[in-house]
């Protein structure tokens, strides 16, 4: 009865942070998503101009001195009122933070089961099962290997963050139009995939 309480607990708990990550990248309310994004852009801008050891370290002293001059700021005025309210931040620190064997086993079991998909389908396309497949994933490989050389790892890290936070919200405002070439460019590459599996031997996927 606990293990499905705590199952049942932590599916709700993945439901609302899922929720929750919805409303901002669609912008659901501009405040507190303009804020998420700015610290993101913020960090990831700090990274490039510093090492992530600094910018760890600036991020922790800049979080010391804001909960320490708070915690003296409210010492100070329980003394000067002669109040006993008690530590400002009592609620944060009993709070429970702690995860239960059976969410930590849960966790482990998703992570494994990730790695395994993850390392069958690359041994799939390393050994060629499907010779379209390998060569799909030949030709991603080549197309990083110039956007590599364009940008670095922290340069693709902030498109990314940039594009979480757009691209949802100008397919919504476009969504026919966007549909419509999608499905025009899906349309010509089944067409070229077909042509390809046709004339190269050994090429037809074993469904068929």
């Not at 490039?48 to 370290?57: I, K, R």
């Not at 008690?86 to 944060?92: D, E, L, V």
């Not at 069958?120 to 060569?135: A, G, H, M």
Request: charged letters at 15%; hydrophobic letters at 50%; glycine letters at 4%.
């Amino acid at each position: 009865m606990q293990a499905t309480a705590d199952s049942t607990k932590m599916d709700c708990v993945w439901s609302n942070w899922k929720s929750q990550a919805i409303d901002l990248l669609y912008w659901r309310d501009i405040k507190q998503t303009g804020i998420v994004f700015g610290s993101f852009l913020l960090l990831l801008f700090s990274l490039t101009q510093f090492s992530v050891v600094s910018v760890v370290a600036y991020l922790a002293l800049a979080a010391l001195s804001a909960t320490i001059s708070f915690r003296i700021y409210k010492s100070v005025l329980q003394a000067v009122q002669k109040t006993d309210e008690g530590h400002p931040f009592k609620a944060y620190l009993e709070l429970e933070i702690t995860l239960s064997q059976e969410q930590i086993q849960k966790y482990t079991d998703c992570l494994q089961l990730y790695v395994n998909g993850t390392l069958k389908e690359l041994r799939r396309l390393f050994l060629v099962q499907d010779l379209v497949d390998s060569l799909k994933f030949a030709v991603l490989m080549w197309l990083l290997t110039y956007v590599g050389a364009l940008f670095n790892g922290l340069t693709l890290l902030l498109m990314a963050v940039v594009s979480m936070f757009t691209l949802p919200v100008v397919y919504i405002k476009h969504q026919a139009q966007i549909d419509q070439y999608l499905g025009l460019v899906r349309t010509h590459i089944n067409t070229v995939v077909a042509k390809i599996q046709a004339k190269i031997p050994g090429a037809k996927r074993h469904t068929e």
